[in-house]
């Protein structure tokens, strides 16, 4: 999957917008950030929370990490895009989205 993918999906949602952070693409909802892009475009964080974030990594090992520290023990989440398929990041999106996204929108 490419950058451009990720974006797409991610845009996808209700009231999703880009921005930017530290220099490199985020998506927001209600001004809070849900997904970024990292410098470069090869990966991608979801905020997912510490369990869905073990689950993802349980099924697919080579594809999510954590990000490096207190971050990533809150559930923030690595994707390697090269290694992604559209069906599997769009779900961890999903996820992501509907833990930032305010309750008005998720239900």
Known sequence: MTADDFRTIALS?????EA????HPDFRVDGKIFA??????ERAMVKLTP????A????????????????GKRGATIIR????NQRTAR???IAAWRN????????
């Open 13 to 17: 949602f209700l009231e999703a917008v």
């Open 20 to 23: 930017q952070h530290m220099g």
């Open 36 to 41: 970024t892009l990292g410098p470069g475009e």
């Open 51 to 54: 369990d869905q974030q073990s």
């Open 56 to 71: 993802f990594q349980a099924e697919h090992p080579h594809l999510f990490t954590p990000a490096s520290g207190a971050w």
């Open 81 to 84: 895009l090269s290694d992604a």
């Open 91 to 93: 779900k961890a999106l």
């Open 100 to 107: 930032t996204a305010p309750k008005r929108l998720v239900d």
